[in-house]
C-alpha cells in the first residue's frame, strides 16, 4: 500500500464504524425532513455520498487502466449530482439500506485505495474543461469530501 494513503483507508474505516451507530439511530423525522442549504435531507446526503464513493471507486480503476488524461463523466458538474439524489430517489428508500450501502460502497473503495498502484498516481482524469485531477490528489480529495458532507450532517442533527 501506498504509504500516504494508509491513514486515509484508516480513517474512511473509522468514520464508518463512527457514523453508522450514530445514523442508524436518527429518526425518520431528522433524516427526512431537516434540509442542508443545498435543501437535501440527510437520506440525501447520505445517498451523495454512495454516489461520490461509486464514481470515486470507477475513476479509481479507470485512471489505472486507461489512458492519462481519463476522459470520463463528472457526475457533479452542473447540478448533474442533485439529478443522481433525485433519480434513485433516497428519499423513499429505506434508511438501513441507505446506512448499509454507503457503509459498504466506502468499505470496498477503502479496499480499492489500498491497492492504487504507485505508478499510476500522476495520472489525470478531466475533471472539467480547465480543470484536472490527479490520482493522488483524487483519493486525497474523497476523504475531505466524506467529511464535509457528514459535517452537515452533524449540522442538521444539531439544529
Same mark, same amino acid.
Given at each position: ?21 450514530? $445514523? ?37 480503476? &479507470? $485512471? ?5 488524461? $481519463? ?36 468499505? &470496498? ?5 489500498? *491497492?492504487?498502484?504507485? *505508478?499510476?498516481?500522476? *495520472? ?5 474543461? *480547465? ?18 458532507? $457528514? ?9
Amino acid at each position: 500500500m501506498i504509504i500516504e494513503f494508509e491513514q486515509i483507508t484508516k480513517d474512511i474505516l473509522s468514520i464508518l464504524d463512527k457514523w453508522e451507530d450514530k $445514523l442508524s439511530n436518527l429518526s425518520d423525522n431528522i433524516i427526512s425532513e431537516k434540509r442542508n442549504n443545498q435543501n437535501r435531507t440527510i437520506k440525501e446526503i447520505l445517498g451523495h455520498l454512495i454516489d461520490s464513493a461509486s464514481n470515486s471507486t470507477h475513476r479509481i480503476v &479507470h $485512471l489505472q487502466n486507461q489512458a492519462s488524461p $481519463l476522459v470520463f463523466p463528472n457526475y457533479a458538474t452542473n447540478g448533474n449530482n442533485d439529478r443522481w439524489i433525485a433519480i434513485q430517489n433516497y428519499q423513499d428508500e429505506s434508511w438501513s439500506d441507505i446506512i448499509m450501502t454507503w457503509k459498504y460502497t466506502n468499505r &470496498h473503495l477503502a479496499h480499492v485505495i489500498k *491497492n492504487v498502484q504507485a *505508478n499510476k498516481l500522476k *495520472n489525470e482524469w478531466i475533471a472539467s474543461p *480547465n480543470r484536472n485531477i490527479s490520482l493522488k490528489e483524487m483519493v486525497i480529495g474523497y476523504l475531505e469530501h466524506l467529511k464535509l458532507h $457528514l459535517n452537515e450532517i452533524d449540522d442538521l442533527i444539531n439544529k
